[in-house]
């Protein structure tokens, strides 16, 4: 198959995962075309069958902003045009859904049919997509879709709560890269990190409010009380500074690594002993899924997907929203015996194996498939 794929390309997870995904198809044999503003971040060495289309636009007077969504409809109209895809597999409902079905309408009356499929990734329903300035689009635009993905169960659910959708829609869950996120030997790391063998609390995100970095911070502290510990935090945003005022504030920035944004977050998640994801809303939990892949244990929040990946009392622990002081004991529970780290470190590396990208990569083709057969149906 020729496919094109549209993501945002930066470190967020659906680009993230969109990235991984064309990365494997392209791997299977298949020609993936990537199309969008910049290279997308883990799209960062050659791979055969891999494609790169840059989307450019002009700025005018008249406009405040450059016209991206335009911009990137006439470049969808040339991509499927000059290089025969057989079908769009766009990442993010806004603006890429709307941007597509444009797209196929253009297309359309040139007498060709390009089949859409939309991925659902989180924020985009949750967050952005509940906005009144935005909602009727992105339900129009999901309902004219060819087909429709969600990340989770609890994705699909809360897109159906939200949206009058008329489309169904499959649920394909995240994915990992075994042959990426594994733990390694990486003790000169470590011990640059805790010379004294302390155990390396590890978290990882965006910085945004969502993310809850001051409860990570909070946990740490309490675990830090009863057990000398590290504590790695990977990526950057605007919250940043007040985690960094709110270590400053307790005493505790000698034992805080403020590591910015990592491309090899792997090696890191290869000598952290805990990881924990306190977030308020996550529709999967990809990061939690990348350190478990890694045999870390994890210490999340309740919160939306998250307890599809972390089994509560098997890979980890799970938490009300904001309840650091249950996530704390938590911890303790974990890195306080060494038997009982080693035990949740085997379950989780064995919860992570059910989404090993290649359990997943057959379910998007055999999805692609479908929707393609459904398409020349419907062009007949």
């Given at each position: 198959?020729?496919?094109?794929?549209?993501?945002?390309?930066?470190?967020?997870?659906?680009?993230?995962?969109?990235?991984?995904?064309?990365?494997?198809?392209?791997?299977?044999?298949?020609?993936?075309?990537?199309?969008?503003?910049?290279?997308?971040?883990?799209?960062?060495?050659?791979?055969?069958?891999?494609?790169?289309?840059?989307?450019?636009?002009?700025d005018y007077p008249l406009f405040e902003y450059p016209p991206y969504d335009t911009a990137l409809a006439s470049k969808l109209v040339e991509v499927v045009k000059y290089e025969n895809l057989d079908l769009l597999h766009v990442h993010y409902a806004i603006p890429h859904a709307t941007v597509a079905y444009m797209a196929k309408k253009i297309l359309l009356r040139e007498g060709r049919y390009i089949?859409?499929?939309?991925?659902?990734?989180?924020?985009?329903?949750?967050?952005?997509?509940?906005?009144?300035?935005?909602?009727?689009?992105?339900?129009?635009?999901?309902?004219?879709?060819?087909?429709?993905?969600?990340?989770?169960?609890?994705?699909?659910?809360?897109?159906?709560?939200?949206?009058?959708?008329?489309?169904?829609?499959?649920?394909?869950?995240?994915?990992?890269?075994?042959?990426?996120?594994?733990?390694?030997?990486?003790?000169?790391?470590?011990?640059?990190?805790?010379?004294?063998?302390?155990?390396?609390?590890?978290?990882?995100?965006?910085?945004?409010?969502?993310?809850?970095?001051?409860?990570?911070?909070?946990?740490?502290?309490?675990?830090?009380?009863?057990?000398?510990?590290?504590?790695?935090?990977?990526?950057?945003?605007?919250?940043?500074?007040?985690?960094?005022?709110?270590?400053?504030?307790?005493?505790?920035?000698?034992?805080?690594?403020?590591?910015?944004?990592?491309?090899?977050?792997?090696?890191?998640?290869?000598?952290?002993?805990?990881?924990?994801?306190?977030?308020?809303?996550?529709?999967?939990?990809?990061?939690?899924?990348?350190?478990?892949?890694?045999?870390?244990?994890?210490?999340?929040?309740?919160?939306?997907?998250?307890?599809?990946?972390?089994?509560?009392?098997?890979?980890?622990?799970?938490?009300?929203?904001?309840?650091?002081?249950?996530?704390?004991?938590?911890?303790?529970?974990?890195?306080?015996?060494?038997?009982?780290?080693?035990?949740?470190?085997?379950?989780?590396?064995?919860?992570?194996?059910?989404?090993?990208?290649?359990?997943?990569?057959?379910?998007?083709?055999?999805?692609?498939?479908?929707?393609?057969?459904?398409?020349?149906?419907?062009?007949?």
């Amino acid at each position: 198959m020729k496919i094109g794929i549209v993501c945002y390309p930066t470190f967020g997870g659906s680009g993230v995962v969109a990235t991984e995904l064309g990365i494997g198809l392209a791997a299977k044999g298949h020609e993936v075309h990537f199309i969008t503003y910049r290279r997308p971040a883990r799209l960062s060495t050659f791979h055969t069958n891999v494609f790169y289309h840059e989307v450019t636009g002009e700025d005018y007077p008249l406009f405040e902003y450059p016209p991206y969504d335009t911009a990137l409809a006439s470049k969808l109209v040339e991509v499927v045009k000059y290089e025969n895809l057989d079908l769009l597999h766009v990442h993010y409902a806004i603006p890429h859904a709307t941007v597509a079905y444009m797209a196929k309408k253009i297309l359309l009356r040139e007498g060709r049919y390009i089949p859409v499929i939309v991925t659902l990734h989180g924020t985009d329903i949750t967050l952005v997509g509940d906005n009144p300035a935005f909602k009727p689009v992105v339900e129009f635009a999901i309902n004219k879709s060819d087909g429709v993905t969600a990340v989770s169960k609890f994705l699909k659910q809360k897109t159906l709560d939200k949206f009058q959708i008329e489309s169904d829609i499959e649920v394909i869950y995240n994915f990992i890269d075994f042959d990426r996120f594994r733990k390694i030997d990486k003790d000169h790391f470590k011990k640059a990190i805790a010379p004294d063998g302390e155990p390396i609390l590890t978290h990882v995100s965006n910085f945004r409010k969502v993310k809850r970095v001051e409860d990570v911070i909070q946990v740490f502290a309490k675990v830090y009380q009863q057990i000398p510990c590290k504590l790695m935090l990977i990526g950057d945003g605007p919250e940043r500074r007040h985690a960094e005022d709110l270590c400053r504030k307790i005493g505790l920035c000698h034992e805080v690594r403020f590591l910015g944004k990592q491309d090899a977050v792997e090696e890191l998640l290869a000598i952290s002993d805990l990881f924990i994801i306190p977030s308020e809303n996550e529709s999967f939990g990809l990061a939690a899924l990348e350190a478990m892949a890694c045999e870390v244990p994890v210490i999340s929040s309740n919160a939306g997907g998250l307890t599809e990946v972390n089994i509560h009392g098997v890979t980890g622990f799970v938490s009300k929203i904001g309840d650091v002081d249950d996530m704390a004991r938590n911890a303790i529970t974990i890195l306080g015996d060494n038997n009982v780290l080693k035990k949740f470190r085997t379950n989780a590396l064995k919860q992570a194996e059910r989404f090993d990208i290649q359990h997943i990569l057959p379910e998007y083709e055999n999805y692609y498939q479908q929707v393609l057969e459904q398409s020349a149906l419907f062009v007949e």
